[in-house]
C-alpha cells in the first residue's frame, strides 16, 4: 500500500499568512493526489486535484503542486474561512490512502 | 448539480449487519466508479470500497474485506454498502463519493 506522511500535523497561523502543508508519497504516484478542505461536522470538499489543478469554484489563491513522491498545498493568503483541516488524498492505485491531516488554527 | 445522499446509519449491536445507500442525482450514475469513505469521531479519512461503474471492478480496504459489500443499482442511481459482523471500530460517519463530490455521510454507531 502507499502511504501518504502529511506535515505538519498542526498549525497556527494569522490571516493573510502564507501556509504550506506538504504530502510525501512512499512510492511514486505521478500527480494522482487530491486536497481536501474539511470543517468541523461537515463532509470534506476538495480543493486541488491532479495535483495542481484547481477545482471550479474554489478560490485562487489555494494552489496545489508537486509530482511523483512529494506535494505541496500553499494558501497564498490565509481568510478566516480557511481554518479547517486537510486532507491529501493518493488515487494513483487502491487502496486510496490518506494523508493524516493538517489542523489549521488561528494564532 | 450532483447530489449524494446517504442514509441508513444507526446504533447495531457488535456482530450485527446494517445496509448503507446513496441516492444520487445531477449526473448520470452509471457513467462514474464510486467510493465509500469514512471517518471514526476525531479521527482522519479512511477510504474502505470502489466499485466500477458496471460493478465488474470492485476492492475494499483490509479493514472490511470479507466483512462488506458493495453495491450498486445503475437503474435506481443508488450506490450501497452491505455492512456484517460489525465491530466498535466500524464506528463512523460513511460517506460516499464521486471524484469530488461527497454526500453528508450517515453516521454507523456500534455499541453495546
Known amino acids: 500500500d502507499i502511504q501518504m506522511t502529511q506535515s505538519p500535523s498542526s498549525l497556527s497561523a494569522s490571516v493573510r499568512d502564507r501556509v504550506t502543508i506538504t504530502c510525501r508519497a512512499s512510492?511514486?504516484?505521478?500527480?494522482?493526489l487530491g486536497w481536501y478542505q474539511q470543517k468541523p461536522g461537515k463532509a470534506p470538499k476538495r480543493l486541488i486535484y491532479?495535483?495542481?489543478s484547481l477545482q471550479s469554484g474554489v478560490p485562487s489563491r489555494f494552489s496545489g503542486s508537486g509530482s511523483g513522491t512529494e506535494f505541496t498545498l500553499t494558501i497564498s493568503s490565509l481568510q478566516p474561512e480557511d481554518f479547517a483541516t486537510y486532507y491529501c488524498?493518493?488515487?494513483?492505485?487502491?487502496?486510496?490512502?490518506f494523508g493524516q491531516g493538517t489542523k489549521v488554527e488561528i494564532k | 448539480e450532483v447530489q449524494l445522499v446517504e442514509s441508513g446509519g444507526e446504533l447495531v449491536h457488535p456482530g450485527g449487519s446494517l445496509r448503507l445507500s446513496c441516492a444520487t442525482s445531477?449526473?448520470?450514475?452509471?457513467?462514474?466508479?464510486m467510493n465509500w469513505v469514512r471517518q471514526a469521531p476525531g479521527k482522519g479519512l479512511e477510504w474502505i470500497s470502489y466499485?466500477?461503474?458496471?460493478?465488474?471492478?470492485?476492492y475494499y480496504a483490509d479493514s472490511v474485506k470479507g466483512r462488506f459489500t458493495i453495491s450498486r443499482d445503475n437503474a435506481k442511481n443508488s450506490l450501497y454498502l452491505h455492512m456484517n459482523s460489525l465491530r466498535d471500530e466500524d464506528t463512523a460517519v460513511y460517506y460516499c463519493?464521486?471524484?469530488?463530490?461527497w454526500g453528508q455521510g450517515t453516521l454507523v454507531t456500534v455499541s453495546s
Open positions: 463519493t464521486r471524484d469530488g463530490s
Open positions: 466499485i466500477g461503474r458496471d460493478s465488474s471492478a470492485i
Open positions: 445531477g449526473f448520470t450514475f452509471s457513467s462514474y466508479a
Open positions: 512510492q511514486g504516484i505521478r500527480s494522482d
Open positions: 491532479d495535483a495542481s
Open positions: 488524498l493518493q488515487y494513483n492505485g487502491y487502496p486510496w490512502t
